[in-house]
Antibody, heavy 116, light 112 residues
Framework: EIQLQESGPGLVKPSQSLSLTCSVTGYTITSGYDWSWIRKFPGNKMEWMGY???????NYNPSLKIRISITRDTSKNQFFLQLNSVTTEDTATYYC?????????WGQGVMVTVSS | DVVLTQTPVSLSVTLGDQASISCRSS???????????LEWYLQKPGQSPQLLIYGVSNRFSGVPDRFIGSGSGTDFTLKISRVEPEDLGVYYCFQATHDPLTFGSGTKLEIK
């Protein structure tokens, strides 16, 4: 069974970078699927942030395009999110998920607070 | 960006009754290949979102047949017949037809 697990700091200072890791087990990320990052803001709003494909190409939400980078380490079967110049508006729970085209496997989520 | 408008914002339902959620899109969600990339997700309290429906009306593996998705073009509906306690949570529609991919605003289902 495919499992995803997010990890990373729960607190980030404004203007710094947010970096998260998604570790995938039960499936090799180069075998198929796209690998997405999604966040849920306080309240109910959900936002798809972007994905890295199994071939390594990326697709980002234009609202984040100048701040976001999704990369991967195929040797560790992990993919990563970096979001630069964060503000308090980036406070959210961040999820990684497999997609192709629907999100069938999700991580448990990691809550990130942006605060000084 | 495609805006998905969900109604109602919240819904209080008696166990065993039917619930219905609407999702209206600002653009047609039919892709050039003829497929409609409209999905429904449920986020139960304390859990990650889970896929219920894909391609408008296809139930994902393990999803009870009480969940029925329908619609076309810009108007979509999720019906839950015979609501059970484990159905409570926030329901989202989601479209993957147009970039960027977008979620609906969410509908919170509560049990009376």
């Amino acid at each position: 069974e495919i499992q995803l697990q997010e990890s990373g700091p729960g607190l980030v200072k404004p203007s710094q970078s947010l970096s998260l890791t998604c570790s995938v087990t039960g499936y090799t990320i180069t075998s198929g699927y796209d690998w997405s990052w999604i966040r849920k803001f306080p309240g109910n709003k959900m936002e798809w942030m972007g994905y890295i494909s199994n071939s390594g190409s990326t697709n980002y939400n234009p609202s984040l395009k100048i701040r976001i980078s999704i990369t991967r380490d195929t040797s560790k079967n992990q993919f990563f999110l970096q979001l630069n110049s964060v503000t308090t508006e980036d406070t959210a729970t961040y999820y990684c998920a497999s997609s192709g085209p629907y999100f069938d496997y999700w991580g448990q989520g990691v809550m990130v607070t942006v605060s000084s | 960006d495609v805006v998905l408008t969900q109604t109602p914002v919240s819904l209080s339902v008696t166990l065993g009754d039917q619930a219905s959620i609407s999702c209206r899109s600002s653009q047609s969600l039919e892709y050039s290949d003829g497929y409609t990339y409209l999905e429904w997700y449920l986020q139960k309290p304390g859990q990650s979102p889970q896929l219920l429906i894909y391609g408008v009306s296809n139930r994902f593996s393990g999803v009870p047949d009480r969940f029925i998705g329908s619609g076309s073009g810009t108007d979509f509906t999720l019906k839950i017949s015979r609501v059970e306690p484990e159905d409570l949570g926030v329901y989202y529609c989601f479209q993957a037809t147009h970039d960027p991919l977008t979620f609906g605003s969410g509908t919170k289902l509560e049990i009376k």
